[in-house]
Structures are given as C-alpha cells and as structure tokens.
T-cell receptor
C-alpha cells in the first residue's frame, strides 16, 4: 500500500518549452501533495504544497508563475515547468500525505529527472 | 519544526546492525520523529516514525530517549541494498511539510 507514481520518469526538452509532470497516489486519496526539487549532491528542497481543490502554497523564492501546480483530484497533482531553461534541470519529486491514526505520513514518488538543453 | 543533527556518514559491515543516531534537542511535545532514506536517484522511502515510545516495523526499529532529545534508527541486519542517505526529520502531525537536512550517508560494506 501507499504507492505514489510519477510520470514521466525522465524528460529532455529544449529551452523555452514547457514540461508537465504528473504525480498520482495509486492506492489512497491525498488531500495534500508536495513537490520537491533536488539538485546533484544536495538535499530535497520543498517547492510547494498542493491542496486538492485550492491554490498551491509556494515556498519563498519559488516562482508560482513558472512552476504551475494543479491538484484537480484526490489522486492527481501536476507540476508544469513553463518556459524551461537549463537552470531548471533537476530531479523533481512529489509526495502525497496519507492520514493514519494520530498523524500522517508522506509517501514519495520515484522522481522525474528533467534535463533542459 | 525542530532541527535535527545527524553524522554526515557511517560505515557498517554487511549482516551487522546499523545504528544511526539523530539529535533533536529542541523537539516539542507534539512533534514526531520521522525517518526516511533515499537510495541514489530514487525518491525517498518512508521507514518509520514515532512520538514517545519505541517503534518497530518490518524495516527497522526506532529508539527514542526518554527526554525525546535524541533517537536511534536501527537496521538489525544491514545488507548492501541498505546503502543510502538516511534522513531524520522532526515535524508536527497534520500535513505539515517535511524539511530535509543533509542526512547520514550509510555505506554497507561486504
């Protein structure tokens, strides 16, 4: 149980194009999903918190017009990198929160490797 | 959320127990201790979490000191596949974000 998938697992695109990454909770519903970014040899950095049916909350320094997040259902959140540039090349990882007992646990997807040429 | 301190790296012999320490001296009464690990080029994997009591599951055991200022993750019989970065994270329950530190690189050697 508690499986989160991401698609695509890797993508290469040209500078200036937009790329959409999907995050799905396969066997549970998640009212809250999170998007992280990880550069080589660094830790994960939270980009935004995505709540089903409402606007995402972005972390300081993350451009909301560049990283569009949509959480249209309880099992799907999407991250669109608009007008991608080489500096956006990174490992993008989503997580979904599963509530159980007195707390909740985040389960992570396998990540999407984005390379912008 | 309280900050955690972990050693940057540790080595462990295959088949032996791996004991990974974490210091969280400023933890609040309603904050949980979570452990995740990240194998190279994969998303983090949830391992275990606890509030006050020691916890055990099929992957690991979590030992939390009585004053809750530190904890230890125990992998009872480490294998080469346990080589990963292990993150100790403290956070309040209820959908709050996870803040990842640098973690501990665990190298299991044959």
């Amino acid at each position: 149980g508690a499986v989160v998938s991401q698609h695509p697992s890797w993508v290469i695109c040209k500078s200036g194009t937009s790329v959409k990454i999907e995050c799905r909770s396969l066997d549970f519903q998640a009212t809250t999903m999170f998007w992280y970014r990880q550069f080589p040899k660094q830790s994960l950095m939270l980009m935004a918190t995505s709540n089903e049916g409402s606007k995402a909350t972005y972390e300081q320094g993350v451009e909301k017009d560049k990283f569009l997040i949509n959480h249209a259902s309880l099992t799907l959140s999407t991250l669109t990198v608009t007008s991608a540039h080489p500096e956006d090349s990174s490992f993008y990882i989503c997580s979904a929160g599963l509530v159980g007992g007195s707390t909740d646990t985040q389960y992570f997807g396998p990540g999407t490797r984005l390379t912008v040429l | 959320d309280a900050k955690t301190t972990q050693p940057p790296s540790m080595d462990c012999a295959e088949g032996r127990a791996a004991n990974l320490p974490c210091n969280h001296s400023t933890i609040s009464g309603n904050e949980y201790v979570y452990w995740y690990r990240q194998i190279h080029s994969q998303g983090p994997q949830y391992i275990i979490h606890g509030l006050k009591n020691n916890e055990t599951n099929e992957m690991a055991s979590l030992i939390i000191t009585e004053d809750r200022k530190s904890s230890t993750l125990i992998l009872p019989h480490a294998t080469l596949r346990d080589t990963a970065v292990y993150y100790c994270i403290v956070r309040v329950a209820g959908g709050n974000k996870l803040v990842f530190g640098a973690g501990t690189i665990l190298r299991v050697k044959s």
